[in-house]
């Protein structure tokens, strides 16, 4: 009984994650030769990217799980260059490539076969690393060269904390600033569950941590002063990890908030103080 209820579940995603698939291919298959690709577009893309990833994850399909994550990788660095990064053919074609490739993985995967390694070797893995060759260079244009898919991930991470960590930094701050405490239960939650996915994807656990630490709290108060008190805290903390990050010293980074519900101003100033100082 465990045995079916497993491999139902186990269909039910992989038929999910075709679905998702069928999303992102949408979204490829809409842009034009020459075209830049739109912080919309990319961000429905991201989303069916990372459904498949986590879900891999989830059912210990682990090469479909990799490749997933790659290709998140990948999108990130086209959301980054959305403004100035045109899409040829070329970029094109290796983009629905790999959209091919995991659409033949999930088949495979569907009617029980092993997916082999020298297969995946000598027909998928080279137009991952063709796309690396398209899109490092506007990444990596300070003459750091072409880098391994494995190294790849820790060298942009500065500049993503620079990029989508700060834009989500900025929003938060703005909110703050405009003192709208009935949209803060919503636009924090997306904005820690956004951060959250993305430690995930740049493999950062203590930032997940944290994330995890500040939804965890949103989710026990239904105060909206809480609620502020929390995105402040949240704030902080963020910013103290991007700087840690971009000061590359990781065993610093807080892991948590320290929160207690309570209209003693003091205490919240001693909890910041201690964040602030990495002591969390």
Not at 13 to 35: H, R, W
Not at 225 to 236: D, R, S
């Amino acid at each position: 009984m465990l045995k079916d209820r497993e491999l139902e579940n186990q269909m039910t995603f992989l038929e999910e994650a075709n679905n998702n698939l069928d999303t992102l291919e949408s979204v490829l298959l809409d842009i034009k030769p020459l075209q830049k690709i739109s912080v919309p577009q990319i961000n429905t893309a991201l989303k069916a990217i990372h459904f498949i990833k986590c879900g891999a994850g989830k059912m210990k399909y682990s090469i479909l799980s990799d490749c997933s994550l790659y290709l998140e990788n990948f999108l990130q660095v086209l959301k980054i260059q959305a403004n100035s990064l045109e899409i040829d053919a070329d970029l094109h074609s290796l983009l629905v490539s790999i959209v091919d490739w995991l659409r033949q993985i999930i088949k495979l995967l569907s009617v029980g076969h092993i997916v082999d390694i020298q297969w995946l070797s000598t027909f998928c893995y080279p137009v991952f690393e063709e796309l690396q060759k398209r899109l490092c260079p506007y990444i990596l244009e300070k003459n750091m060269g072409i880098l391994s898919l494995e190294n790849q991930l820790h060298n942009i991470i500065p500049l993503l904390f620079q990029t989508e960590v700060e834009e989500c930094l900025q929003h938060l701050e703005a909110l703050l600033a405009a003192g709208k405490k009935s949209a803060f239960p919503t636009e924090i939650m997306m904005i820690a569950t956004q951060l959250a996915s993305l430690g995930e994807i740049l493999q950062i656990s203590a930032f997940v941590k944290l994330c995890d630490s500040i939804i965890r709290d949103l989710k026990t108060t239904d105060s909206e002063e809480a609620t502020v008190e929390i995105a402040k805290l949240a704030l902080l903390a963020w910013r103290r990890s991007q700087e840690l990050i971009l000061k590359n010293q990781w065993d610093l980074l807080p892991t948590k908030i320290v929160w207690h519900q309570t209209n003693d101003n003091q205490e919240i100033e001693v909890q910041l103080i201690s964040l602030c100082s990495g002591n969390v």
